[in-house]
């Protein structure tokens, strides 16, 4: 009876958005990275990151078709292959290396089968409820099961627009990209509940999240018409009030800040706390069992992350170049950040810490690749790393949660800073490119005209309400999975080890 109730829930998961989100005939579909706010806006931040709309449909019908630039086209499937790469196999040997070997396969396991489940729900609703117009909160149905993808009045794919006017790629590679971004985001979780919770119940949980908690948000702050839908000054209000609801504030997100990494990590947080802490947990020593494959997998997470950050631009172009020299430099300058602290309180660096401070790096820059500048994301990087230790050492301590994998201490954390520091640095004081603009004409902020205080309030309310919702979406997903299926598998199972008990198999044979 149960597994019939978890199936049920599960079904729930996959059916319920088309019940609470507005269909609109009429709207464009995929949108891409952001850009900026607009010029009218009152408290309009200038550049935001992520989102792009097939483009066609606000081009005037007189105007010849669009076709896809083939070195865009190209830079975006490698982007979206790098951050496959990120997932399978750079977070499962990542989470996998921290665990103890006990446990190594089924962390493995449920990385690669929580991506491919976020994958096929992608395609069946979620590209459409988070990137095609809908409300301010959630998108439409246009694209449910990927329909119109394919233009059978025109004989090819339909186009989704970037961040330059009349510049497109086809919209099924925009698809593909950011499904790896919703595939990635919900595995962040699992390093939270690693090593305690039931494969199914993860599944259920994770599906349930993604529907409720990273949908929503992504068409938040992602989600705007794109530059081509902005044809003259008379229509730059009306587009702006079809965007989701950050991104009509102005918040800057150029690769997942919120969406992704703080986002997850509530979630994660959220998850340590009702499912309890690990058999043994302050009592027994849990040490990682493989800290070679853990340098392993931050190193592919590295490479990966110049995809998810640098394709974030949507174009081969000078911001893609600007994102992926940030992601280079802010992960590198935490690596030193994170050793240095670490030698300045246990009195030598270690290769957990060099590989944890890559990360750390890695989440702090993401909302700030494309937004800032070098000098900037250095800055970033320092402040990351040095924040994240703190968030896996002093922060940890005062949460009290078991978060198996420190979660929330590095991608909360670094989410957290980055997100603000963003506002800081996008400053052209400071060297940010702080573009602003109505799309009708696009222009740079003025040293004079641009407010960090402004910008960094922004910031600090897209973060708010991105913990908020994650926070209340999770209590209820959790509990629910719990009451159908149960969270957590019995002590005996737990010591036993998870690749065995839910498995029946181990990583090592001695």
């Given at each position: 009876?149960k597994?019939?109730l978890?199936?049920?829930?599960?079904?729930?998961?996959?059916?319920?958005?088309a019940?609470?989100a507005?269909?609109?005939?009429a709207a464009?579909?995929a949108?891409?990275s952001?850009?900026?706010?607009p010029?009218?806006?009152?408290d309009a931040?200038?550049?935001v990151a992520?989102?792009a709309?097939?483009?066609?449909e606000?081009a005037?019908?007189a105007?010849p078709?669009?076709?896809?630039?083939?070195?865009?086209t190209?830079?975006?499937?490698?982007?979206?292959?790098?951050?496959?790469?990120m997932?399978?196999p750079?977070?499962?040997?990542?989470?996998g290396?921290?665990?103890?070997?006990?446990?190594?396969?089924?962390?493995?396991?449920?990385?690669?089968?929580?991506?491919?489940m976020?994958?096929?729900?992608?395609v069946l609703?979620?590209?459409?409820?988070?990137?095609?117009?809908?409300?301010?909160?959630?998108?439409?149905?246009?694209?449910?099961?990927m329909k119109?993808?394919?233009?059978?009045?025109?004989?090819?794919f339909?186009?989704?627009?970037?961040?330059?006017?009349?510049?497109?790629?086809?919209?099924i590679?925009?698809a593909?990209?950011?499904?790896?971004?919703?595939?990635i985001?919900?595995?962040l979780?699992?390093g939270?509940?690693?090593?305690?919770?039931?494969?199914?119940?993860?599944l259920?949980?994770?599906?349930?999240?993604?529907?409720?908690?990273?949908?929503?948000?992504?068409h938040?702050?992602w989600?705007?018409?794109?530059p081509?839908a902005?044809?003259?000054?008379?229509?730059?209000?009306?587009?702006?009030a079809k965007?989701?609801?950050?991104w009509?504030?102005?918040?800057?997100?150029f690769?997942?800040?919120?969406?992704?990494h703080?986002?997850?990590?509530?979630?994660?947080?959220?998850?340590?706390?009702?499912?309890?802490?690990?058999?043994?947990?302050?009592k027994?020593?849990?040490?990682?069992h493989?800290?070679?494959?853990?340098m392993?997998?931050a190193?592919?997470?590295?490479?990966?992350?110049f995809?998810?950050?640098a394709?974030s631009?949507l174009e081969?172009?000078?911001?893609?170049?600007?994102?992926?020299?940030?992601?280079?430099?802010?992960?590198?300058a935490?690596?030193?950040?994170w050793?240095?602290?670490?030698?300045?309180?246990?009195?030598?660096?270690?290769?957990l810490g060099?590989?944890?401070?890559?990360?750390?790096?890695?989440?702090a820059?993401?909302?700030?690749?494309?937004n800032?500048?070098?000098?900037g994301?250095?800055?970033?990087?320092?402040?990351?790393?040095?924040?994240?230790?703190?968030?896996v050492?002093?922060?940890?301590?005062?949460?009290g949660?078991?978060?198996?994998?420190?979660?929330f201490g590095?991608?909360?954390?670094g989410?957290?800073?980055?997100?603000?520091?963003?506002?800081?640095f996008n400053?052209?004081a400071?060297g940010g490119?702080?573009?602003?603009?109505?799309?009708?004409?696009?222009?740079?902020v003025?040293?004079?005209?641009?407010s960090?205080?402004g910008?960094v309030?922004?910031?600090?309310?897209?973060?708010?309400?991105?913990?908020?919702?994650?926070?209340v979406?999770?209590?209820?997903?959790?509990?629910l999975?719990d009451l159908?299926?149960?969270?957590?598998?019995?002590e005996e199972?737990?010591?036993e080890?998870?690749?065995?008990s839910?498995?029946?198999?181990?990583?090592?044979?001695k």
């Amino acid at each position: 009876m149960k597994k019939l109730l978890a199936c049920l829930a599960l079904a729930a998961a996959v059916l319920a958005p088309a019940a609470w989100a507005q269909q609109d005939a009429a709207a464009p579909a995929a949108v891409a990275s952001a850009v900026m706010a607009p010029a009218s806006a009152p408290d309009a931040a200038p550049a935001v990151a992520a989102a792009a709309v097939p483009a066609a449909e606000a081009a005037s019908a007189a105007a010849p078709a669009l076709v896809p630039n083939k070195g865009d086209t190209s830079w975006m499937l490698l982007s979206t292959l790098l951050v496959i790469m990120m997932t399978v196999p750079g977070l499962a040997l990542f989470y996998g290396g921290l665990v103890r070997s006990k446990n190594m396969l089924s962390v493995l396991m449920q990385v690669m089968v929580a991506f491919s489940m976020i994958v096929v729900l992608w395609v069946l609703y979620g590209y459409s409820f988070a990137f095609t117009e809908g409300n301010a909160f959630i998108g439409g149905t246009d694209r449910l099961f990927m329909k119109g993808i394919w233009d059978n009045a025109a004989g090819t794919f339909a186009n989704a627009a970037t961040f330059s006017k009349g510049v497109v790629i086809p919209e099924i590679v925009f698809a593909a990209f950011q499904a790896t971004f919703a595939g990635i985001t919900a595995c962040l979780i699992i390093g939270a509940f690693a090593e305690r919770i039931k494969f199914s119940a993860a599944l259920m949980f994770l599906a349930l999240w993604f529907t409720f908690s990273y949908l929503p948000i992504a068409h938040m702050v992602w989600f705007w018409m794109g530059p081509d839908a902005y044809t003259a000054a008379g229509v730059v209000d009306e587009m702006n009030a079809k965007a989701g609801f950050l991104w009509q504030m102005g918040a800057l997100d150029f690769a997942g800040g919120t969406v992704v990494h703080i986002n997850a990590a509530v979630a994660g947080l959220v998850g340590a706390y009702m499912i309890g802490k690990r058999v043994g947990y302050g009592k027994e020593a849990f040490t990682p069992h493989s800290l070679t494959l853990t340098m392993v997998g931050a190193s592919l997470l590295w490479v990966g992350w110049f995809g998810f950050n640098a394709g974030s631009a949507l174009e081969a172009n000078g911001f893609a170049a600007l994102a992926f020299i940030n992601t280079l430099v802010a992960a590198a300058a935490a690596v030193l950040a994170w050793c240095l602290g670490e030698a300045l309180l246990k009195g030598k660096a270690s290769m957990l810490g060099a590989a944890s401070g890559a990360v750390a790096g890695l989440v702090a820059v993401t909302p700030a690749a494309g937004n800032v500048g070098i000098g900037g994301a250095l800055v970033i990087g320092f402040i990351g790393g040095f924040a994240c230790l703190w968030g896996v050492t002093g922060l940890k301590k005062l949460l009290g949660a078991d978060d198996s994998l420190d979660v929330f201490g590095v991608h909360g954390v670094g989410g957290i800073v980055g997100a603000l520091l963003t506002g800081v640095f996008n400053s052209p004081a400071l060297g940010g490119p702080s573009l602003v603009g109505d799309w009708v004409t696009v222009t740079m902020v003025t040293q004079e005209a641009f407010s960090i205080a402004g910008q960094v309030w922004i910031q600090a309310k897209a973060v708010g309400l991105t913990v908020i919702w994650s926070t209340v979406v999770s209590l209820a997903a959790y509990k629910l999975v719990d009451l159908v299926i149960g969270l957590r598998v019995t002590e005996e199972e737990e010591r036993e080890g998870l690749d065995i008990s839910s498995h029946g198999e181990t990583a090592y044979h001695k």
